[in-house]
């Protein structure tokens, strides 16, 4: 008697057991790839889907029917635009306009991402605020920085623009190009967590995304990567003691997005920041615990082409974890936004974690300004 009850209590659990490995099964497959997670992401075709994941930069103040077929066709999520693009700050919304009245899918309706770099100093692309280099917003203080930050914020959605691509959060060290250009709050990461961060929540009390840049740290750099390939010979505890530690601060305060650099950095890599996972998901979301959208530097200089084609370059930042790709010329874009098709096509990109990030850069499109107030 007390066998039968036996055979049968552990018939019962067998029976169990099978269910929990065929869930654990069902759940290890929906992670594996086999489609997106619930969410907008998953309305998007796959052509869309690569297109969130791309910033495309254009020539001249005209939209030009290159971009405007992109945007139409939701193949970009964003544009980046330089002085050339806004010699004026009336010509300046007038393309930003435009940009923004392009029909898009209904899926996509929400604004487009409009980014410049508007640091101060030598790094700005409108006039007006801010009206001091990061040099000098870190000597005079937070609460400078954080009045320069409401007033650069006012700036900019003046003209349209809703993400702003700073603030420099690089600890400045002598020799550094970023010392040397009066890019940098301070020499000391403290300094740079006590003056950046207010900054960035100014930019962001108004309604701007702050930007901060360029992680892990390029704060030893000799030469901009839009000139050549720079290497930061730090060792892993230097870069997070030093170099890391203001943008725990920054996501500790809200930051919405952060730049990850094109350097090499040889304690992690030996191929740019944004190509290497162990920096893009390992160090930023792994070890930092950031939640927010991560945008490459700009991948078609020679930072970036000695690794390889736009095409190649892509699809390495997408596998590592980059949620936004920076090219400031359409044809380097729409050479990207291909590869990852066909990276999404052929499972060469898993499709999971690929719309885990369209699902960040769609919420982040969502919570932005579509028109200056």
Request: hydrophobic content about 45%; proline content about 6%; charged content about 20%.
């Amino acid at each position: 008697m007390m066998a039968g009850v036996r055979r049968r209590r552990w018939g019962a659990l067998g029976v169990l057991a099978c269910l929990a490995v065929a869930v654990l099964a069902l759940v290890a497959s929906l992670g594996d790839g086999e489609g997106p997670p619930p969410g907008p992401a998953s309305k998007l075709s796959l052509g869309q889907l690569a297109g969130e994941r791309i910033v495309a930069g254009l020539g001249g103040s005209d939209v030009g029917p290159g971009l405007r077929r992109a945007i139409h066709r939701g193949e970009v999520a964003g544009v980046v635009l330089f002085a050339e693009n806004l010699p004026s700050r009336a010509a300046g919304r007038r393309l930003i306009s435009q940009l923004q009245s392009i029909p898009r899918p209904p899926q996509l309706r929400g604004p487009l991402l409009v980014m410049v770099d508007q640091e101060g100093g030598e790094v700005k692309r409108l006039s007006g605020a801010p009206g001091a280099s990061a040099r000098t917003m870190g000597a005079r203080g937070a609460a400078f920085s954080a009045r320069e930050g409401r007033r650069t914020a006012a700036n900019l959605r003046d003209a349209g623009v809703n993400v702003d691509l700073a603030p420099v959060l690089d600890v400045a060290r002598p020799g550094g190009v970023i010392a040397a250009t009066e890019r940098s709050f301070g020499s000391t990461a403290a300094r740079v967590i006590a003056t950046a961060v207010p900054f960035a929540q100014g930019l962001q009390a108004g309604g701007i995304a702050a930007t901060a840049k360029h992680f892990p740290g390029f704060g030893a750099a000799s030469e901009n990567t839009d000139f050549s390939v720079e290497r930061i010979d730090l060792a892993k505890s230097e870069l997070r003691a030093v170099d890391e530690r203001p943008y725990s601060s920054f996501i500790g305060a809200g930051g919405r997005l952060v730049m990850i650099s094109t350097a090499v950095y040889p304690a992690f890599s030996q191929e740019p920041a944004a190509l290497t996972g162990s920096i893009a998901s390992g160090e930023l979301r792994g070890r930092l615990g950031f939640e927010g959208v991560t945008i490459s530097d700009a991948l078609e200089t020679p930072a970036v082409e000695h690794f390889g084609s736009p095409a190649e370059v892509a699809v390495a930042g997408a596998a590592a974890g980059t949620d936004l790709l920076l090219y400031t010329r359409l044809g380097p874009a729409m050479q990207a936004h291909r590869a990852l098709l066909a990276g999404l096509r052929t499972g060469r990109l898993r499709r999971a974690p690929f719309a885990e990030a369209a699902e960040r850069v769609l919420a982040l499109r969502r919570g932005l300004l579509r028109n200056p107030s």
